[in-house]
């Protein structure tokens, strides 16, 4: 323990870059999520296919390549995203699909009655998405989008493989310093991905049941 | 409608990985896998020594890097590791009377060597393994059977005429997280920006697209990635340290560490080392055998 008190100030660091880029990225998901969520269900049918080749494109791709493609495909077409640019676009893209396909299906459980009487007393399909349907569709999806961000925070690790010095990428460097520490190291990162979880984990609980909608 | 779906995800992934092929590391000597070591036909050793054991079980098992060309690069043909490091842990076994292919070979990275070998999950690792003293805390070196430098890759033509170390003040360098180099650059040379991967070949990449200036690490692992590049790396050729590969055994084992120390210095007289050397790291390099550095018996 002692050794991980000496390295501090590396684990600080590395703490706060792997929440400012859980954070971006979560932001990037939830508001790129919903749009695509919205397309989906949109009567526009191109805006529908795209949506769709979007999500079915990111939601399967391991998201090692989606870094790959970012950070060294790009950059073949003279397009240079900065290292951590790259991985929060990366992890936020790739998340988005997630999200897209939560929101979507609470969108799918509030009834047709719902937008069929929003849509009766003339609101526009963007009015009754916004007004009527989205407020509803979040309060069901809270406990599915929670799973979503979670794994997203943990996926935030393979950052660590494209030069964003994360929490993960501690575990090399520290190792190489003494290897005979290994158990500590492991243990710290560890402890520190969780003091990030299980707040979102804790904070996902109490929102399930402040919005719950009782049916 | 889905179909097309489907087949225009497939076509956009494969633009994707299309795009990803960099340059790969370069391929290894073709005759490399020829060993010609003889095998010790009668071997007699003293009850209960390491070496009685491996003996008598007619099989070890050997940790080394696969994935660096000239040292350890497992050929996918073959599903066995191919280098001057293999050679070595080849020339070591043949005297305890374990053919080549009675090894079992075990990928060590550099964060799982001391581990491997104080768990007892391999008999010995020789993965371009440089000998310092926090590593001689938790495990003991044999050897050193070689001695590398730290040196610098850039783009071909050195565009910034970086020279040496001190004259990447300023620019980014690449190297892996957890490394030594990368630890030296980080204490020594402060006003370089570091870039940091997992794996060499992507600091290759990285240079090849113009998002890094320089590549720097042990020159072996250069010369290999060099060797690859078909013309677009060039080593500067200036080494700033001196990383001695030793072979690593289990911590107090000094019977074993004095019959590899041993087998070091005969392979040294007979030519055997030079040999491997010229078989592998050297077909990829060109370079002839160094000589070879003095056994340190500590």
Known sequence: MQFLADNFDLLWDAFLTTLSLSLLAGLLALVLGTLLAAARVSPIPPLRGLASFYVETFRNTPLTVVFFFLIFGLPQIDFILGFYTGAVLSLGLYTAAFVCEAVRSGINSVSTGQAEASRAIGLTFGQSLREVVLPQAFRTVVPPLGNVFIAMVKNSSIAAGFATSELSSLLPRLVNADAGQLTAVLLGVVIAYMIITLPLAFGVHRLERRVAILR | ?298
Request: charged residues 25%; hydrophobic residues 40%; aromatic residues 8%.
């Open chain 2, 1 to 298: 409608m889905r179909t097309t779906r489907y087949a225009a995800s497939l076509a956009a992934l494969g633009l994707m990985l299309a795009a990803c092929g960099g340059s790969e590391a370069g391929n290894q000597a073709e005759d490399a896998a020829d060993s010609n070591v003889e095998v010790q036909e009668e071997v007699d050793f003293e009850a209960g020594t390491t070496m009685a054991e491996l003996a008598e079980a007619g099989s070890m098992t050997v940790g080394t890097k696969f994935d660096q060309p000239g040292f350890g690069l497992l050929n996918p043909n073959t599903e066995t590791p191919e280098g001057f490091d293999v050679e070595i842990a080849k020339l070591i076994a043949a005297e305890l009377g374990i053919a080549p292919e009675d090894i079992e070979w075990t990928e060590t990275v550099s964060a799982n060597r001391e581990p491997f070998l104080q768990n007892g999950q391999v008999d010995m690792v020789v993965a371009t393994y440089t000998i310092n003293d926090a590593r001689k805390e938790l495990i003991d070196f044999a050897g050193p059977y070689y001695e590398a430098g730290q040196d610098i890759m850039v783009a071909a033509g050195n565009p910034e005429g970086i020279e040496g170390p001190e004259d990447l003040a300023g620019k980014n360098v690449c190297s892996v997280e957890g490394s030594t180099p990368a630890q030296n650059i980080r204490d020594n040379y402060p006003e370089a920006t570091l870039t940091l991967f997992d794996v060499y070949s992507k600091c290759a990449d990285a240079l090849a697209n113009g998002q890094v200036d320089a590549v720097t690490t042990d020159n072996v692992i250069l010369t290999g990635l060099v060797a690859g590049s078909d013309g677009a790396f060039e080593l500067v050729g200036n080494p700033f340290t001196e990383e001695p590969y030793g072979i690593g055994v289990p911590k107090g084992d000094d019977e074993f560490r004095a019959f590899i120390n041993d087998t070091l210095e005969e392979a040294y007289e007979s030519g055997a080392w030079a040999d491997a050397w010229d078989r592998t790291a050297g077909a990829i390099s060109g370079q002839e055998a160094p000589e070879p550095p003095a056994v340190d018996r500590y």
